[in-house]
């Protein structure tokens, strides 16, 4: 079936984020005192569905500045399923069943069903993750860009997926919901952030385009 469907957490006042991180704080600017509505919205830059830029972790790599919207659209994505219980780390094991699917692919999704606990603070406890040889499967198919329903990228060696994945310019979006509404083995993923000025991340509108 042709369509859109929305792969984004609503940013909401007090949502719950990564562990560390401040949570978004939402105030009223003006209420229609002066005849409109304006708001002011705190956030951190990797709050609810965003995106990661290399600079996230690695000092001297691209910056949000420095990489063009169509960095973060996936014009062939493939919705790679694997319905991960907690703690669950997907290996090259599992990603060499999609060595023939992937083949012409820009981006992948991880479809593993954890997007369920998205607001709850089980969310952050054991979701799943990537492996190392993961990545190198990624970078072998040349895929630059890589959707996760997980808060972060691997539930405790984040610091090394981050660094091995950003190194090699394999952008990351975490944070998706509603995947287990594509009916469809390949999608259009967009998930352009905010152009903020050298940042290292951004909240998105992702969504994805069956045609
Ligand atoms: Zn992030």
């Known amino acids: 079936m042709k369509g859109i469907i929305d792969l984004t957490q609503t940013l909401k006042d007090g949502m719950l984020v990564f562990p560390g991180d401040p949570c978004p704080k939402i105030k009223t600017a003006h209420r229609y005192d002066n005849g409109y509505f304006v708001s002011i919205v705190t956030f951190c830059t990797h709050t609810g569905t965003h995106v990661d830029a290399p600079v996230h972790r690695l ?5 949000l500045t420095d990489l063009s919207a ?7 994505t493939l919705v790679l399923d694997f319905s991960a219980k907690k703690g ?7 990603c060499k069943k999609y060595d023939k699917a992937v083949k012409g692919c820009d981006a992948v999704i991880v479809r593993t069903g954890w997007a369920k606990n998205a607001g709850k603070k089980a969310y952050y406890d ?8 993961t990545v190198d499967w ?3 198919n040349n895929i630059r860009l890589v959707g996760l329903e997980s808060p972060s990228v691997n539930p405790v060696r984040h610091l090394d997926i981050h660094k091995k994945l ?3 310019e394999i952008l990351i ?3 998706l919901v509603n995947t287990d509404r594509i009916t469809s083995k390949y999608v259009e993923l967009h998930a352009v952030p905010l152009l903020l000025d050298k940042l290292d991340g951004s909240p ?7 045609r």
Do not use: H, M, Q
């Open 138 to 140: 990624l970078k072998d």
């Open 70 to 76: 169509d960095r973060y659209i996936g014009w062939k």
């Open 166 to 168: 950003l190194e090699n």
């Open 88 to 94: 669950s780390i997907l290996t090259s094991e599992v």
């Open 126 to 133: 054991g979701f799943p993750g990537l492996d190392e040889g």
């Open 173 to 175: 979006i975490e944070g």
């Open 204 to 210: 998105v509108r992702a969504y994805a385009i069956i």
């Open 59 to 63: 000092k001297k790599k691209k910056s």
